[in-house]
C-alpha cells in the first residue's frame, strides 16, 4: 500500500459573520489514493457555508478513478440536490501516484509546493483574469466576480492542472489575496505549522474574508527557509 501525504489545514472565520469555507480529504481504503477539496462558499450566510462543507464531502467521496473533474462534477450534483441558493467555488486534487490531477471552478486555487519553490497551477476563473486575458483594464471589484462556481459550471469550463511530484497548497481566496507570493512561501518553510500561520497571517495583515488553507507537504521534503524562490 502507498504511504499517504503528509498533510495539514487551518481555518478561520475572521471578520465575517460565518465562516463559509471547508476542506476535506479521502484516502481510498485499498490505498489506490487520496482526493483533497478546498471550498469557499459564495457570500456571508449559513447556505454558503452549507454549499461549501457539501461540495467538498463530496468530492473527496468519489472514486480515484473518476479524476478531478469527476470529483467537481459530483460536487455539483450534490450542491444542486440542495435544492437552496446556495454557491461555492472549489478546487480538488486527485493522487493516486506520485503527482496530482487538480481541477477547479472559480478562485480557489493549487499551489505546486516541491520544499523549495512554490508556483501556481490554476488560473483563477474571474472577471479580473478574463479582463486580463482580453487585454482590458481591470478593477478591484472585479477580482471578486466569479465567472464560474460549483453550481453554475459546465463540465467544459471546469479547469485542469497536473502536478506531477512533490507537495500542495491549496487556498482559499482570504489568503492568496491577501498575503504575497514570497510570504506564502516564507510561511510553507514551517513545518506542520505552515497552514495554522498562513491563515493567522492573513487575518492579521487585514484580511476581510474567511481564510483557509491546506498544505500537503512534498515527501522527505527537508524544509529550509533558505533556499526558497517563487516560480514563474
Known amino acids: 500500500m502507498r504511504e499517504l501525504p503528509h498533510w495539514h489545514t487551518a481555518s478561520a472565520q475572521g471578520p465575517r459573520e460565518h465562516n463559509a469555507d471547508a476542506v476535506a480529504a479521502y484516502a481510498a481504503p485499498d490505498g489506490r489514493g487520496i482526493v483533497f477539496a478546498l471550498a469557499d462558499g ?18 473527496v467521496r468519489t472514486p480515484v478513478e473518476q479524476g478531478a473533474i469527476g470529483a467537481v462534477l459530483a460536487a455539483q450534483r450534490a450542491v444542486l440536490a440542495l435544492g437552496e441558493a446556495g454557491d461555492c467555488v472549489l478546487v480538488v486534487a486527485v493522487r493516486t501516484g506520485e503527482g496530482y490531477g487538480i481541477a477547479w471552478a472559480g478562485d480557489a486555487r493549487a499551489y505546486a509546493w516541491d520544499g523549495y519553490t512554490v508556483r501556481q497551477v490554476t488560473k483563477d476563473h474571474t472577471l479580473a483574469q478574463y479582463f486580463r486575458d482580453h487585454g482590458q483594464p481591470v478593477t478591484p471589484r472585479m477580482e471578486h466576480v466569479v465567472t464560474t462556481s460549483v453550481r453554475t459550471a459546465g463540465a467544459h469550463e471546469i479547469g485542469t492542472a497536473t502536478v506531477t511530484a512533490g507537495g500542495l497548497l491549496l487556498t482559499s481566496d482570504g489568503v492568496h489575496k491577501t498575503l504575497s507570493g514570497p510570504t506564502m512561501l516564507d510561511i510553507l518553510g514551517m513545518p506542520d505549522r505552515a497552514a495554522t500561520e498562513l491563515v493567522r497571517t492573513a487575518i492579521s495583515l487585514g484580511g476581510s474574508d474567511n481564510a483557509t488553507a491546506l498544505v500537503v507537504d512534498p515527501p522527505g521534503a527537508e524544509v529550509t527557509t533558505e533556499k526558497f524562490r517563487v516560480a514563474a
Request: proline share 6%; aromatic share 0%; charged share 15%.
Open 42 to 59: 459564495v457570500g456571508d450566510h449559513p447556505n454558503a457555508a452549507r454549499a461549501a462543507r457539501t461540495a467538498a464531502s463530496a468530492a
